[in-house]
């Protein structure tokens, strides 16, 4: 990698905050112009928080963070990826940007999303269309896009995404990084922009796993605030950790891997559930019913409910919104009611059927996306590309359980993601295994050939 920081000390980052601070200002300002992953650099303002950093003993002391742009940020822009609030200036912090300073975060910017978190592509229309690191010809997935590319690219240690159906795993999975999607209700959305506040979750992304758990450990909490705030302990993975993986159980949804992913990147899979099974689990096949039809409950509940907060913007002034989010909330306004309790109805089967499956494994595994990150010119129809790229993701969501993805090799030179799925409140099993897979393979230290840059597509 040409420049920024990468990982923590032991993997020969820089040591001080200030020098990590340096590195990554410096990365940015190289080639943000290319990749347009920020919104909003806070450069004087990463360097002054850098030097009070110094000292101190939080979880988060001195790391480098940048936030997506629909998370409140206190006195400065939050856009919300919209021409909407293009100059929006909250008063006050979104709870989980509260408890990363109070763990002594350095945050460095606002990562570029897709508008309003409403698609898959980060292909932004006001703040420019973000690009993959590993080719900027390629989209970086989303809607978290830009905090995917932020992280491959060393332009932060860690940042902030939110999850609908998809949108922290496929943007870590895409970009090479690691990303968790928390169980609803487990981390605050307070200060958040809904897309749809029953499956939305904001959760971490990373390089390396350890620094995935570091922050969600962080930012996981009741939070009275937040009425989808479920009070429950935060169980730590370090202890299951130390325990080992040895006598937990691994399904693989070999039918639905078959028909959803590309052979090289099911190879893939296939060889990361080998290393779970060095490890000490127990891998087996499984079958799962009605996984498309659990993509499409998601798809439909969770439009209607972005239809329902963007309602009165659309009647006031649709023209404001990129093309792209402008026709699927269009479309989303005319789902009729029937195919919404319809959805709702799979939905409730869906959770029971998964809570089943759960009595049979504690994990399971397959793909983020089935294919590694489409150039941005195959992928001109936002809502198809979408579709496709939350297919394996999109089901869990529906179901309200934690997924973690990481990366596991590489297809036609760009990142795979294996995608781990827990039950209900299993985070800390999740980073434990996401962990102790790091801890025998090095995917997660591929660095994107970001010296090759040339200028913006």
Not at 31 to 60: C, D, K, Q
Not at 356 to 379: C, E, H, K, Q, Y
Request: hydrophobic content about 45%; charged content about 20%; aromatic content about 6%.
């Amino acid at each position: 990698m040409a420049s920024g920081f990468v990982g923590g000390e032991e993997e020969g980052g820089a040591s001080s905050p200030a020098d990590k601070v340096d590195a990554c200002l410096a990365a940015i300002g190289r080639y943000n112009p290319v990749i347009r992953s920020m919104i909003t650099v806070l450069g004087e303002e990463a360097r002054r928080a850098a030097a009070a950093r110094g000292r101190g003993a939080g979880a988060l002391q001195g790391r480098v963070v940048s936030v997506k742009d629909n998370v409140d940020t206190a006195g400065i822009r939050t856009t919300r990826g919209s021409a909407w609030f293009a100059d929006r200036v909250p008063n006050g912090d979104a709870t989980v940007v509260r408890r990363l300073r109070r763990a002594g975060a350095i945050l460095i910017g606002k990562d570029n999303l897709h508008e309003f978190a409403f698609g898959a592509t980060s292909q932004n229309p006001h703040h420019g269309a973000c690009r993959n690191p590993w080719n900027v010809e390629a989209i970086p997935g989303g809607s978290s896009g830009g905090s995917g590319a932020s992280v491959a690219a060393g332009f932060s240690e860690i940042s902030l995404g939110s999850d609908t159906g998809g949108s922290i795993r496929i943007p870590a999975a895409l970009n090479g990084v690691s990303g968790l999607r928390p169980t609803v209700g487990r981390v605050s959305n307070h200060g958040v922009m809904p897309v749809s506040a029953a499956y939305d979750t904001v959760g971490p992304l990373a390089r390396r796993v350890r620094d995935v758990a570091a922050a969600y450990e962080v930012i996981a909490g009741h939070d009275p605030q937040d009425p989808f705030s479920v009070a429950r302990p935060v169980e730590s993975w370090a202890g299951l950790h130390a325990r080992g993986l040895a006598g937990l159980r691994i399904g693989v949804p070999t039918s639905v891997i078959a028909a959803e992913a590309e052979a090289g990147v099911a190879a893939l899979v296939r060889d990361a559930v080998d290393v779970f099974a060095d490890l000490g689990m127990t891998s087996s096949s499984m079958e799962i019913d009605g996984f498309g039809e659990a993509q499409l409950a998601l798809q439909t509940c969770a439009q209607v409910d972005a239809a329902a907060v963007h309602q009165e913007r659309m009647a006031q002034d649709p023209a404001r919104f990129g093309a792209d989010v402008a026709r699927r909330l269009r479309l989303a306004a005319a789902i009729p009611s029937v195919a919404l309790a319809q959805a709702q109805a799979r939905g409730q089967a869906w959770k029971r059927q998964v809570e089943t499956l759960f009595g049979r494994v504690d994990l399971i595994a397959m793909p983020t996306v089935g294919f590694p990150a489409p150039l941005a010119s195959d992928a001109p129809d936002m809502i198809a590309a979408t579709y496709r790229l939350t297919r394996l993701c999109g089901p869990w969501s529906l179901a309200g359980v934690p997924a973690l993805s990481i990366p596991c090799g590489f297809e036609r030179g760009m990142p795979v993601g294996l995608q781990l799925i827990g039950p209900q409140w299993s985070e800390a099993l999740l980073l434990a295994a996401g962990v102790a897979f790091q801890e025998v393979t090095d995917f997660h230290r591929k660095t994107p050939p970001l010296g090759q840059l040339k200028d913006a597509p």
